[in-house]
């Protein structure tokens, strides 16, 4: 109990941690290209600290087919944060995160195209609420920070960043003989080499602070998150999991509608809660016509 506990409290952490992630990428004052790979150079920092303390490194042996695969999922890796960093700036930290959680239905979608996965009635009913919910979303056109088309180009980069998430998970379940440490390392080292070239070095000297927010994205958001992320897989259920990633978008929220005052209108609530709770009965197997759920472990 008491492992699990630790587990429990780990696992807060690092959704709220998450849920905060927004707040510093707006306040660093750099571009979405620009915060990646500053997080992706700090985070590969700590995430080697993190395999030599752990003695990954020592112990880890990897072959040619999995060095490919945990680059290309590293690029997809790297795409979802680009878009869903983008989206904050179109849309707001709030809708973006929200419309980001349908990615549990690209993976299902990824599962049945390419694993010969089933797609259950369940799963069907879970996809249309949520749709439901992105459509009232889309509807609302805008709250405070963006409008109309702005709004609306939010959102679809909200999308495109979930999708690439989703091929990512797909590429790491893959991957289930490899330390989830070194998978991403080699990651963030994918990301450092690929946005280089994108990146205008000049410009973090211009922005006041830039600099502390960039090492925390990197160190806090990447390095300490994925640890205590990992940490708290290993010690409590999946279904406990599932149940406290939802901390993340609702501290994203909040964080959106006190920092950058953004709170959500009607419509926005009724549709944000219809995607969580899509979500949430996707992850947990629940039935829409009972709405209980199954057990998970």
């Known amino acids: 109990m008491k492992s699990q506990t630790r587990g429990t409290l780990e696992m807060i952490s690092a ?7 927004g707040w510093f990428v707006i306040m660093s004052g750099q571009s979405p290209e620009a915060v990646v790979f ?18 990954v490194l020592r112990r880890s042996r990897i072959n040619a087919r999995q060095f490919i695969l945990v680059c290309l999922g590293g690029a997809a890796l790297i795409l979802n944060w680009v878009l869903l960093f983008s989206a904050y700036k179109h849309s ?5 995160t929200v419309v980001y959680h349908v990615q549990p239905f690209m993976l299902v979608g990824l599962g049945v195209l390419f694993f010969a996965e089933r797609l259950s009635a369940a799963k069907v ?8 919910g992105l459509m009232l979303i889309v509807s609302v056109k805008g709250s405070g920070q963006a409008t109309g088309a702005d709004y609306v180009l ?9 999708f690439f998430y989703a091929v990512a998970a ?38 006041e602070g830039a600099w502390t927010y960039l090492i925390i994205i990197g160190v806090v958001h990447t390095g ?22 939802f901390i993340y978008p609702i501290v994203a929220i909040l964080v959106d509608w006190v920092a950058f005052a953004h709170p959500l209108g009607i419509l926005q609530v009724i549709g944000a ?14 039935s829409l016509g009972r709405a209980s759920r199954q057990e998970v472990t």
């Open 38 to 55: 500053w997080r992706c150079l700090f985070g590969a920092m700590a995430m080697l600290v993190a395999c030599l303390v752990l003695g």
């Open 273 to 286: 809660s219809a995607i969580l709770l899509a979500a949430a009965g996707m992850n947990f197997g629940w």
């Open 224 to 245: 300490l998150m994925s640890t205590l992320l990992y940490s708290a897989i290993q010690k409590i259920p999946t279904a406990l999991v599932g149940t406290l990633s």
């Open 154 to 162: 939010g959102v679809c980069l909200a999308l495109a960043s979930a």
């Open 170 to 207: 797909a590429i790491t379940k893959r991957l289930k003989d490899m330390p989830a440490h070194l998978i991403v390392l080699i990651q963030m080292v994918v990301g450092v080499l690929v946005l280089a070239p994108f990146v205008d070095f000049s410009r973090v000297d211009t922005a």
């Open 15 to 21: 959704m709220v941690i998450s849920g905060t992630v």
């Open 92 to 96: 707001s930290i709030a809708i973006a």
């Open 125 to 132: 009913g879970w996809l249309l609420l949520a749709f439901a």
